[in-house]
Nanobody, 114 residues
């Protein structure tokens, strides 16, 4: 089965940057449209960025212009570059498929605080 491992989160001040990584195994990564999701305490999980197998991207309005999603099919890896971070970006970030949903990984915690 497909396994997903997220990494790269941490504590950052407002205005700072982080780059998250998602490594996939157990499937043909290049075939799947993928997305980055986040979940803040007490809130439902939301999709913040998506990328198709050919590299076309889309973003939630709350992160557009600040976040960039990308993928390296040869490395079975997806990235989320996050710039100009705000406290409201604080959440656990997860990767998963858009149309094919796999088991959720542990996620990686992003905390934006001064």
């Amino acid at each position: 089965q497909v396994q997903l491992v997220e990494s790269g989160g941490g504590l950052v001040q407002p205005g700072g940057s982080l780059r998250l990584s998602c490594v996939a195994s157990g499937g043909i990564f290049s075939l799947y449209a993928m997305g980055w999701y986040r979940q803040a305490p007490g809130k439902s999980r939301e999709l913040v960025a998506e990328i198709t197998s050919s590299g076309f991207t889309n973003y939630a309005g709350s992160v557009k212009g600040r976040f960039t999603i990308s993928r390296d099919n040869g490395q079975n890896t997806m990235y989320l570059q996050m710039n100009s971070l705000k406290p409201e970006d604080t959440a656990v970030y997860y990767c998963n498929g858009l149309y094919d949903q796999f088991n959720w990984g542990q996620g990686t915690q992003v905390t934006v605080s001064s």
